[in-house]
């Protein structure tokens, strides 16, 4: 077990660095890794840290609460989404405020075109192509 408990710390530690690099290179570059190897580090980083609650658990330590966050992190989103009232507002709110999400711009650019038919033998449209970039 200790091998499984070292294995899965190294884990953690690695995907918290590459998250929180990808945090830092977002804020300053506005890149970012590809959503679905980053939803991969994500739940990486959950599952981890969920698992390790139960190994710090037993004797009572520090790191029992660092990991506790992340076991009991769903089921008070779970919870406060049940909710749904004021208390389940201020819960989710203090529990989602880890998250940071994009500002998405959004552009629309005209595009005109001719348009024949034997309706309309000549008309011409204007088609907006709408351009969302977060």
């Not at 980083?45 to 009991?72: C, D, E, M, Q, T």
């Not at 711009?105 to 088609?127: G, H, N």
């Amino acid at each position: 077990m200790p091998k499984l408990k070292k294995t899965l710390l190294r884990i953690h530690l690695a995907t918290l660095i590459i998250l929180v690099f990808n945090v830092m290179i977002i804020g300053t570059f506005k890149v970012s890794l590809i959503s679905n190897l980053l939803l991969i580090f994500r739940v990486l980083f959950y599952v981890s840290a969920a698992v390790l609650f139960f190994y710090y658990i037993n004797p009572f330590k520090r790191k029992a609460i660092y990991f506790g966050f992340y076991f009991f992190y769903p089921i008070f989103a779970f919870l406060g989404w049940l909710m749904d009232g004021i208390f389940g507002a201020i819960l989710s709110s203090f529990l989602f405020l880890f998250f940071w999400i994009g500002k998405v711009t959004v552009k629309m650019l005209p595009c005109s075109f001719l348009l024949s038919t034997r309706i309309a033998p000549s008309c011409s449209r204007t088609i907006f192509f709408v351009i969302a970039r977060p």
